[in-house]
């Protein structure tokens, strides 16, 4: 098995910067892809921005383009989510996944790990 542990959430002013973690835990080589989603009340998960397997290659989605900046640490197995120009509407619970595999879907559907999400808050 493998866990996930996301910290670093909380309440920040709008134009402020948080960096969220991921802490992975357990069989963790048999985990490659990283992502990082978000859910507000009553919507859909969203994709929020993934890592291949070394790092050697990120994607975002277009909201978050040129201000959110996906990393990982594999010695440390943690993965971050450096977020800066936030905005209100990037309040959201956010969760970090796993997937088996080198690059990382953009759907829940791929993901075989899950955290138990961290909240933030963007005020105006």
């Known amino acids: 098995q493998v866990q996930l542990v996301e910290s670093g959430g909380g309440l920040v002013q709008a134009g402020g910067s948080l960096r969220l973690s991921c802490a992975t835990s357990g069989r963790t080589s048999i985990m490659y892809a990283m992502g990082w989603f978000r859910q507000t009340p009553g919507k859909e998960r969203e994709f929020v921005a993934g890592?291949?397997?070394?790092?050697?290659?990120?994607y975002y989605v277009d909201s978050v383009k040129g201000r959110f900046s996906i990393s990982r640490d594999n010695t440390e197995n943690v993965v971050y989510l450096q977020m800066n120009s936030l905005k209100p509407e990037d309040t959201a619970v956010y969760f970090c996944?796993?997937?088996?595999?080198?690059?990382?879907?953009?759907?829940?559907?791929?993901?075989?790990?899950w955290g138990q999400g961290t909240q933030v808050t963007v005020s105006s």
């Open positions: 996944a796993g997937a088996r595999g080198t690059i990382p879907p953009d759907t829940t559907s791929g993901y075989d790990y």
């Open positions: 890592i291949s397997r070394f790092g050697g290659s990120s």
